[in-house]
């Protein structure tokens, strides 16, 4: 100590000499510096310098043969996986063994994440709400994640996590009032769609800049560490947001630091127009983790079983160890970067086809569920009637009910002979509005002709389409 | 050795100009003496002390705290950090070299003290040291960051203005980062050049959100830093590294509190508003002696303290009495925090302005090395704007 202050004096505080000098003389150990140090309590025998380097930098071994490392690229870290794409378990000792309840939790918090997503991406292209961002593809990153932790493990996100909180059951109304902008909104409209927040849930506001919650996330790691809270928290992050300063930092500063933090990289191919080719040369996000001493894997995004075991036994040990543990998850997104990206324009439709019928992790968990027999069309059917009634916005609830009470009466005057009938609400939640068709006939349109997808009646329909209703006289 | 030692950093250098040898005497209260050998052959001063800028005026020990003990800045800050890590045990500091105690001393024995999961080095990187600090304050734990020196607060700015800065009111107050603070050393000190000198407190002070405060003195500096610890919003204090040794005076062991957003009026007068920060206050105080004694012109001397939000209310309140407008900043002219409160100030008391309000700032110039004590805004430039504006 009192040597580097007196260091720190001669030398001032310039950066440059004085930083070099302090550093050297913070570190004395077995250096060879020790005869001029008069703290020193004992003597370590010097072997031969010829025979280990003594750099206070790295611990390594000599080498007389110049060879650069060459980075591996081709054959980079592998990626882990659980089901294969038809949902079937490969390697019968990874399968979590999760039981029904939960799985289909997953799976309810998939779909409903992909039935928002439509409808509030279509509200804002009949221009209700200014922006949005879908999830497309990365359903199970999400929900395979937020699942392996406790509901009080703190989430810094970036923007495309919002799976995460469905997950924690976050109302749906807010995550609408965040985007409309409303009242409701516990962020009291402040901000674009989709930068939610939620202090019951621990998931910090998101906010627009790129990975600058990355170093957040780590001091609040740190925080709980010194609580010994045995939390973790967790930090997601894109593959683009990477490059920023910020995650370096972040991952530097996790590792000194010794941090219980799980830094979780949703590598989906694009950072808006940037494929990966263009965002890095190295093999991903993975292979930097050990650059810094961090424990690293990569896994298959959109095997949800997989997320969930990588993420778990992160999670464990990043608290029983402190330290900080990074998974990068391989997905693809589907959808366009935001309402306000047509990829098109830099990708072709036959590659997120591709994708999307191929590879796609709702699928693949439904083919693992259908394989149980813990689901099957009859319950998909009912589940999308019922996510969708749940989506819908009030006023378009209240021009549904007003076109099945007109139909009623003038019925004869549409070609309602062109279209299933299925009675409405049959198997919705129970709802305010229900006291008011269940005195009649409560009939209505609802699919199109059975030979495409089924689809309840779609919200396009009606808001883009007719003025609303009167009520039969 | 130890007075050359004593200055924070080098020996400061005077190119003797007119080759005469000739003895100056130094000024400078405490430790910053000079060593004035004139060469035996040639007669001509050859390494000479560059006379300080200022002269550090203490204020009279204070009687209401309790027991006080002479401290200089730095050891002011210590004692105010030393009595947060012991109120508060959330509260942890960290930066580049806090652990062995700071390249300005600024933490010495407190790793010793709190431990060194308290007290720690962090790696080279400024966004991550103010990244690391937003999130522990997001967890309400109290965060301590120190930024080697305020020149290099650039690659923070993004966590600054765009996230601390913004974290209460983007969550709709379900998340902040209330509990950090960030110190850095600030102000030219003699030979710091374009990036040991910087004054950066305009760039913050076009932020919502964030608080900046520059303390003039030891006694001010722990006071307004415990403020600055305690209060509910990020807050960045600068510390003016050639008072670090250079100030000394009788400070209070115990904590206690000097409120922000409140301007001090340190000498009251009639004739003409002087208005400074941090150093620049002890240049403004003479340049009112000046005054006083060379033209019988009586100066109000106010120093600001808090940058952002700033105590309109108190120089405002001067100026219609006085009439006059004054204020002075090493940071450069354009931009400067001066250029704020003049346009306040001419928008709330126009009708009672006798001359135009002066700034008397550094130069739209990077900060120099050799051309220091050109640069500067001294007290001949102030007395000289200050008479200008007696006579306007």
Not at chain 1, 55 to 70: R, V, Y
Not at chain 1, 108 to 122: A, H, K, V, W
Not at chain 2, 35 to 44: C, H, K, N
Not at chain 2, 94 to 99: I, L, N, P, S, T
Request: hydrophobic residues 35%; aromatic residues 10%.
């Amino acid at each position: 100590m009192a040597v580097a202050a007196a260091a720190a004096r001669v030398w001032g505080s310039s950066r440059g000499l004085g930083r070099t000098g302090l550093l050297l003389l913070r570190r004395p150990g077995a250096r060879g510096l020790a005869r001029s140090l008069p703290r020193r309590q004992e003597q370590q025998h010097f072997p031969s310098l010829d025979d280990k380097p003594q750099f206070p930098g790295a611990s390594a071994e000599f080498i007389d043969k110049l060879e650069f490392i060459q980075p591996n690229v081709i054959s980079g870290i592998p990626v882990y996986r659980v089901m294969d794409r038809q949902g079937q378990i490969i390697n019968p000792s990874e399968d979590p063994h999760l039981p029904q309840e939960k799985v289909l939790k997953f799976y309810r918090s998939m779909t409903l994440l992909n039935t928002m997503d439509r409808i509030l991406y279509e509200s804002q292209r009949q221009g209700r709400i200014s922006f949005y961002m879908t999830n497309y593809g990365e359903e199970g990153t999400h929900v395979g994640s937020a699942a392996a932790l406790d509901n009080t493990d703190l989430v810094f996100g970036q923007y495309r996590e919002a799976g995460v909180l469905m997950y924690r059951d976050y109302p749906l109304e807010l995550f609408m009032a965040q985007c409309y902008g409303n009242v409701s909104d516990l962020g009291k409209g402040r901000q674009m769609p989709v930068h939610y927040g939620c202090r019951e849930r621990h998931f910090v506001t998101i906010s627009s800049p790129l990975a600058t919650q990355i170093p957040q996330a780590v001091g609040a790691a740190y925080a709980a560490k010194r609580a010994n809270a045995n939390r973790v928290v967790i930090c997601y992050f894109g593959e683009g947001a990477a490059s920023e300063g910020d995650a370096h930092a972040g991952f530097n500063f996790a590792a000194t630091l010794e941090c219980p933090i799980i830094f979780f990289c949703r590598n989906n191919g694009y950072a808006i127009s940037t494929p990966t080719s263009e965002q890095y040369r190295g093999d991903g996000i993975a292979a930097r983790g050990p650059g810094y001493g961090i424990m690293s894997i990569r896994v298959d995004g959109n095997d949800v079983f997989a997320v969930y075991n990588a993420t778990k036994e992160a999670r464990r040990r990043a608290v029983a160890e402190n330290q900080p543990f990074l998974i990068e998850a391989m997905t693809y997104r589907i959808g366009h970067h935001s309402t306000s990206d047509d990829s098109s324009a830099y990708r072709s439709v036959d590659e997120v086809n591709y994708w999307d019928k191929q590879d796609h992790p709702i699928s693949r968990l439904r083919h693992y569920l259908q394989s149980r027999g813990w689901w099957d069309d009859e319950q998909e059917k009912a589940w999308r009637k019922q996510s969708r009634k749940k989506e819908m916005p009030a006023q378009l609830r209240k021009q549904q009910e007003a076109l099945a009470r007109h139909l009623q009466t003038y019925g004869e005057h549409y070609p309602l002979d062109h279209f299933e009938k299925v009675p409405l609400y049959q198997s919705a939640p129970s709802l305010e509005h229900e006291k008011i068709v269940k005195t009649g006939d409560s009939t209505i349109i609802t699919r199109q002709p059975a030979n495409s997808n089924a689809t309840v009646f779609s919200t396009t329909g009606v808001a883009g389409g007719s003025t609303p209703s009167q009520k039969a006289a | 050795m130890a007075a050359l030692a004593a200055t924070a950093g080098g020996l400061l250098r005077l190119r003797a100009a007119g080759a005469e040898g000739q003895w100056r005497r130094l000024r400078g209260a405490g430790l910053l003496r000079g060593l004035l050998q004139p060469d035996s052959a040639t007669g001509v001063a050859a390494q000479r002390r560059l006379v300080a800028h200022f002269t550090f005026q203490p204020d009279p020990e204070p009687q209401e705290y309790g027991q006080t003990q002479k401290m200089n800045l730095f050891q002011a800050i210590t004692s105010a950090l030393d009595n947060s890590l012991a109120k508060d045990p959330t509260a942890v500091i960290f930066g580049e070299d806090v652990a062995f105690g700071g390249v300005f001393r600024c933490t010495v024995g407190l790793r010793d003290k709190y431990g060194k999961d308290r007290v720690f080095n962090t790696p080279l990187c400024e966004q991550g040291i103010v990244g690391f600090g937003i999130g522990i304050a997001v967890t309400g734990a109290t965060a301590i960051a120190e930024i080697q020196f305020a020149d290099y607060i650039f690659p923070a700015f993004d966590q600054i203005v765009n996230e601390a800065a913004k974290y209460r009111y983007r969550s709709g107050d379900l998340f902040n980062c209330g509990s950090l603070t960030i110190r850095a050393p600030w102000g030219c000190v003699g030979h710091g050049a374009l990036y040991h000198s910087q004054s950066p407190e305009a760039f913050f002070a076009h932020c919502p959100g964030i608080k900046v405060v520059v303390p003039r003195s030891p006694f001010q500096a722990k006071g307004l830093l415990l403020s600055c610890i305690e209060d509910k919003n990020p807050c960045i204090f600068f510390e003016p590294k050639i008072l670090y040794r250079a100030a000394v005076e009788q400070v209070p062991v115990e904590p206690y509190n000097v409120p922000l957003s409140q301007a001090e009026v340190i000498q009251e007068g009639s004739d003409i508003t002087l208005v400074a920060w941090g150093t620049q206050v002890h240049v403004i105080r003479e340049v009112a002696a000046m005054a006083q004694e060379k033209l019988g012109v009586s100066c109000e001397v106010i120093d600001l303290r808090t940058i952002l939000p700033w105590d309109v209310d108190t120089v405002c309140k001067s100026v219609i009495k006085t009439g006059r407008l004054l204020i002075s900043h090493e940071a450069p002219l354009t931009g400067g925090f001066a250029s704020e409160i003049s346009s306040t100030v001419q928008e709330e008391c126009f009708l009672n302005l006798e001359a135009p309000i002066s700034r008397v700032c550094g130069y739209d110039t990077p900060f120099p090395h050799i051309f220091e004590p050109f640069y500067i805004p001294d007290k001949w430039k102030c007395y000289d704007a200050l008479r200008k504006m007696i006579n306007y």
